[in-house]
């Protein structure tokens, strides 16, 4: 079971979110149950994993290997990075690729890693459907792509059967 | 099979205890551990603001190559351990060591609630059970 998904640029911005708890609200997505709204929900899921980003990062350097040297800090280090946490009712799952984009997905708390899940994400439909549109210039807007959401809808639909 | 370390944290987000139990020393000063702890503090609270479901606070953070796992008490302090990603049962650990601090810091008479834990009782104890985990397994 996949609760939600948030899409996130290098500039910090969500670009993408979709919710699947409940399915008339993907008409509407302005109003979610818990009175947020999705965009502040956004900012704060994004100050949190940008927050155990950091933190793992620190902490992966106490727990056997060694830190990295200041110049490399911005790069993305697939090899120690923050993969998800869980509470005890949702899991969230984190991806990062080389290009700064983050995924971030919330599930039920018994689902395995995700990594290869979102990973998927990114290169057969972020990738096919929106950096492959020709009409798709700037990578700091909110993505208005029927295809994408479309394929996005179906792969989740597909995978938490 | 490992623990690596152990961090309290008290109900304010303030690091109380820290301890470190692998053999090469740690290359974070005790600035660096109180800031690790305040951003833990604020992002379990956080985590259950962005729920999709009521829910908890973070119980497991896995990252690729540790894991931290964190007990928060009725009374708002947090148990937290880091140990490496196969370890297992580590909550049963930390229920063990609220025990362990029930009884040689909370009984301890000349000790101050919410503030740094500095009981030699409860060093030497949660030492000698930390040590027998990790040489078991």
Known sequence: ????????????????YANWQNEKDDENLN????????????????????S??????KLSSVNGVPEKSEKDDDKIDEDRGFL????????????????????????????????????????????????????YHSDNDYINNTLFKNKLHEFIKSQSK | MTISS????????GLIYQKGFSSTPSKLDSNEYLVLAGTFHGVHTISTRIAPVPSSGIEVIEASTFKLHC????????????TDPEQTRVELYLKKVYEIYSDYVMKNPFY??????????????????????????
């Open chain 1, 1 to 16: 079971m996949i609760y939600n998904f948030y899409l996130f640029n290098r500039h910090c911005n969500c670009i993408y």
């Open chain 1, 52 to 57: 155990l980003r950091n933190l793992c990062r």
């Open chain 1, 31 to 50: 109003t979610k149950n818990n009175d947020m709204k999705w965009e502040e929900e956004a900012k704060l899921v994004y100050g949190v994993v940008y």
């Open chain 2, 112 to 137: 101050t609630p919410e503030m740094p834990i500095r009981c030699e009782l409860f060093d030497v104890n949660v030492l000698r059970y930390i040590k027998s985990i990790n040489e078991s397994s």
């Open chain 2, 6 to 13: 152990l961090m309290i944290i008290n109900k304010a987000g």
């Open chain 1, 84 to 135: 998800s946490y869980k509470t005890n009712s949702y899991k969230l799952h984190y991806y990062e690729t080389a290009s700064g984009l983050k995924f971030v997905v919330c599930s039920d708390p018994r689902t395995p890693n995700l990594q290869d899940m979102l990973h998927q994400i990114y290169r057969d439909i972020y990738v096919e459907y929106v950096v492959k549109n020709p009409l």
């Open chain 2, 71 to 82: 007990f928060q008490t009725q009374t708002g302090t947090k148990f937290i351990m880091t």
